[in-house]
T-cell receptor
Framework: SQKIEQNSEALNIQEGKTATLTCNYT??????LQWYRQDPGRGPVFLLL?????KEKRKERLKVTFDTTLKQSLFHITASQPADSATYLC???????????????FGQGTTLQVKP | DTGVSQDPRHKITKRGQNVTFRCDPI?????LYWYRQTLGQGPEFLTY????????KSRLLSDRFSAERPKGSFSTLEIQRTEQGDSAMYLC????????????FGQGTRLTVV
């Protein structure tokens, strides 16, 4: 069955450093991969989407890579700030029948703590 | 605010009672999704609608769960005869098939079954 793995251990880094989060998947070939941010008690908020034919995508201090051979995505936050502290979720799309349903399969999330 | 709205934000109920949650998606979105999230886990897909048609239901969705989206606008998720294992955050998300990109989530309904 499809499986998505994110590092379940919290990531603690110092302000100003680059945070790198990993998402690995098996038994799957997604058309696209998404990253979301979730704060405690709130719903996930979309950050970035990368398609299977894209190697890298950037948005301000965020960078996502997608290696379909390794079945892995890396999510980077450069010049991290305490306000970046949150749980980050990796999500893959699900293809069914005639096309993309928009249904997402999520990893368990990695909690990032940025210390001042 | 034109985002996805969920009501109530919190619900405490006794085991065996029925509960109903409401989701108002972003108005121009034709797809609506329900997810469930427990502590320390990512959201798990429950069901989704395209307009008023319910197109897929997860095997996680037992017979006690039912969802509707009359007229293709708001949606309701009902849980009958609640069990303690139903305690979770229930998240609603909407999206647009034409654009086929990200999902917009509501703030969720936190259900506690005592």
């Amino acid at each position: 069955s499809q499986k998505i793995e994110q590092n379940s251990e919290a990531l603690n880094i110092q302000e100003g450093k680059t945070a790198t989060l990993t998402c690995n998947y098996t038994n799957y070939s997604p058309a696209y991969l998404q990253w979301y941010r979730q704060d405690p008690g709130r719903g996930p908020v979309f950050l970035l989407l990368i398609r299977e034919n894209e190697k890298e995508k950037r948005k301000e201090r965020l960078k996502v890579t997608f290696d379909t051979t390794l079945k892995q995505s890396l999510f980077h936050i450069t010049a991290s700030q305490p306000a970046d502290s949150a749980t980050y979720l990796c999500a893959l799309d699900s293809i069914a029948g005639s096309g993309n349903t928009g249904k997402l399969i999520f990893g368990q999330g990695t909690t990032l703590q940025v210390k001042p | 605010d034109t985002g996805v709205s969920q009501d109530p934000r919190h619900k405490i109920t006794k085991r065996g009672q029925n509960v109903t949650f409401r989701c108002d998606p972003i108005s121009e979105h034709n797809r609506l999704y329900w997810y469930r999230q427990t502590l320390g886990q990512g959201p798990e897909f429950l069901t989704y609608f395209q307009n008023e048609a319910q197109l897929e239901k997860s095997r996680l969705l037992s017979d006690r769960f039912s969802a509707e989206r009359p007229k293709g606008s708001f949606s309701t998720l009902e849980i009958q005869r609640t069990e303690q294992g139903d305690s979770a955050m229930y998240l609603c998300a909407s999206g647009n098939m034409k654009w086929n990109t990200e999902a917009f989530f509501g703030q969720g309904t936190r259900l506690t079954v005592v």
